[in-house]
């Protein structure tokens, strides 16, 4: 059975699975991405995580790396980054993998891999139309149609963090001001917190905690940040008509306490009923950049029989 890495680089940290054709796990790694410290440090992470994962399971032939920023899937290459990844924009990412250990690689933006994992092995299942948002220290999004990622001309389609919920609102690391990052990511939630409640949070599940408690402040943040995001599904959901809007990321580890307040403000809805939680959960990702592996190296391999053939 083919096994392959699937590798998930995040602001917060880099996970790594391997996985073979049927989806089975064989080995898991974690790093934290200490982002702040540049782009050689997090290589630096990445190198370190995918050498643990080959010890454990050395007959994997390739790797697939998700990543945040546009990535051009052609070349692999990082074709732009805010600074959550400090460094990164520009980064040969499939290149630098390749060369480091001399196996096939390719790489996709993060979304998109946690799209392909949960139309692969979770709640896109079945599904050809599908939509998904990743809440975590940002916020990413990508869309399938017809069963196939829709990258976009310049490698942006299904940036929906940084479509615009509030104009002139709060500015936005990647220049604009009022992005629907600004809002409903893991940040935002801090930065509300703070607002609402007066308190510093140091991570999201302090106010998931407090919120869990009944805390009025903490459930006030909360209720805040369900209506922002009832308006940004609103959005997706006229945009694409899809069959699944599928919300992923850090923040649904948490959903037992936000998620039945973004229901109430979508009931009654078309949304109602077509919205889930991913199921592979902060792994998506991993998951959806092994499958981009493993298609990819079904291509080669069609490719080099039609040239024995010829």
């Not at 370190?48 to 052609?74: H, K, Y």
Request: charged share 20%.
């Amino acid at each position: 059975m083919r096994q392959v890495i699937g590798v998930d680089i995040g602001g917060t940290a880099v996970k790594g699975l391997v996985i073979d054709e049927t989806g089975a796990v064989w080995a898991e790694a974690r790093r934290d991405t200490d982002a702040w410290q540049g782009r050689e440090a997090i290589l630096g992470k990445l190198e370190a995580l995918v050498s643990e994962l080959l010890e454990a399971s050395p007959l994997v032939q390739e790797i697939g790396i998700a990543s945040a920023g546009r990535v051009n899937t052609d070349t692999g290459q990082v074709v732009y980054a805010t600074d959550n990844l400090q460094g990164w924009q520009g980064l040969h990412l499939a290149k630098w993998a390749a060369d480091t250990f001399r196996l096939q690689a390719v790489s996709d933006n993060d979304a998109n891999a946690a799209l392909l994992g949960e139309a692969w092995l979770g709640a896109g299942r079945g599904h050809r139309d599908i939509v998904m948002l990743t809440l975590g220290t940002g916020v990413g999004g990508a869309y399938m149609i017809h069963g196939a990622l829709g990258r976009g001309f310049h490698w942006s389609g299904g940036e929906f963090g940084h479509s615009v919920l509030v104009p002139g609102g709060l500015p936005c690391n990647c220049g604009k001001q009022g992005c629907v990052e600004q809002y409903v990511s893991g940040s935002a939630l801090l930065r509300l917190g703070l607002e609402l409640t007066g308190r510093t949070y140091e991570h999201g599940s302090e106010l998931m905690a407090d919120a869990r408690m009944g805390d009025s402040g903490a459930l006030r943040v909360l209720e805040r940040f369900a209506a922002d995001l009832s308006v940004v599904l609103g959005n997706i959901g006229v945009t694409f008509d899809p069959a699944r809007i599928i919300i992923g990321g850090g923040i649904i580890h948490e959903r037992e306490i936000w998620w039945p307040l973004l229901k109430n403000k979508l009931k009654g809805g078309a949304l109602w009923d077509i919205l889930a939680a991913a199921e592979l959960g902060n792994r998506a990702g991993c998951f959806g950049a092994a499958k981009l592996a493993l298609e990819r190296f079904r291509q080669l391999h069609a490719g080099s029989e039609k040239e024995d053939t010829a």
